[in-house]
T-cell receptor
Framework: EAQVTQNPRYLITVTGKKLTVTCSQN?????MSWYRQDPGLGLRQIYYSMNVEVTDKGDVPEGYKVSRKEKRNFPLILESPSPNQTSLYFC??????????FGAGTRLSVL | AQSVTQLGSHVSVSEGALVLLRCNYSSSVPPYLFWYVQYPNQGLQLLLKYTSAATLVKGINGFEAEFKKSETSFHLTKPSAHMSDAAEYFC???????????????FGKGTHLIIQP
């Protein structure tokens, strides 16, 4: 079954404690992307990747890092989380020029 | 630069009534346009997309949308609302050619559709 898998689905952490949210897709997509969703703001892109070892900033990259060492995986790293990064995060993937497939989301709370 | 405006953060309709969710876009180049739906505690699913073929686009679950260049609009409609349509709906735009892939999609802020019994 074609899918984008995010883990964990729910995470509560404290300010400054490094965390990683994993994302994996099984569709051999070149493009992968991370979004955050906040009430009244819709989805805003954090980072995207066009292929292995190729990443670029989206609209709200501050405080986040990504890596793309393998085609199927695109982890999102928060080196020093802060409360303003409390949000719902989505990973998505696509072929170039194709529609995006979304993961089920990760709800992060930073205390 | 491209942007999307969804009019109304919340829309409430009665079961069986017409659903109309409004979306206006701004794009300096011919756009591709999309509607996504998000059910509670789930990710986004593509409802339909416009990619410069027919201006009236039919999607899943009885939804359709019409691209009107003169009005820069891409409103989503469904003739008869069902309780299962209650969800968050997002309009999105990308540049023609990028196809709405993970590199070039801009989302609106979303419209929460409420269905009254």
């Amino acid at each position: 079954e074609a899918q984008v898998t995010q883990n964990p689905r729910y995470l509560i952490t404290v300010t400054g404690k490094k965390l990683t949210v994993t994302c994996s897709q099984n569709m051999n997509h070149e493009y992968m992307s991370w979004y955050r969703q906040d009430p009244g703001l819709g989805l805003r892109q954090i980072y995207y990747s066009m292929n292995v070892e190729v990443t670029d900033k989206g609209d709200v990259p501050e405080g986040y890092k990504v890596s793309r060492k393998e085609k199927r995986n695109f982890p999102l790293i928060l080196e020093s989380p802060s409360p303003n990064q409390t949000s719902l995060y989505f990973c998505a993937s696509s072929f170039k020029g194709g529609i995006q497939y979304f993961g089920a989301g990760t709800r992060l709370s930073v205390l | 630069a491209q942007s999307v405006t969804q009019l109304g953060s919340h829309v409430s309709v009665s079961e069986g009534a017409l659903v109309l969710l409004r979306c206006n876009y701004s794009s300096s180049v011919p756009p591709y346009l999309f509607w996504y739906v998000q059910y509670p505690n789930q990710g986004l699913q593509l409802l339909l997309k416009y990619t410069s073929a027919a201006t009236l686009v039919k999607g899943i679950n009885g939804f359709e949308a019409e691209f009107k260049k003169s009005e820069t609009s891409f409103h989503l409609t469904k003739p008869s609302a069902h309780m299962s349509d209650a969800a968050e709906y997002f309009c999105a735009v990308s540049e023609a050619g990028s196809g709405g892939g993970a590199d070039g999609l801009t989302f609106g802020k979303g419209t929460h559709l409420i269905i009254q019994p």
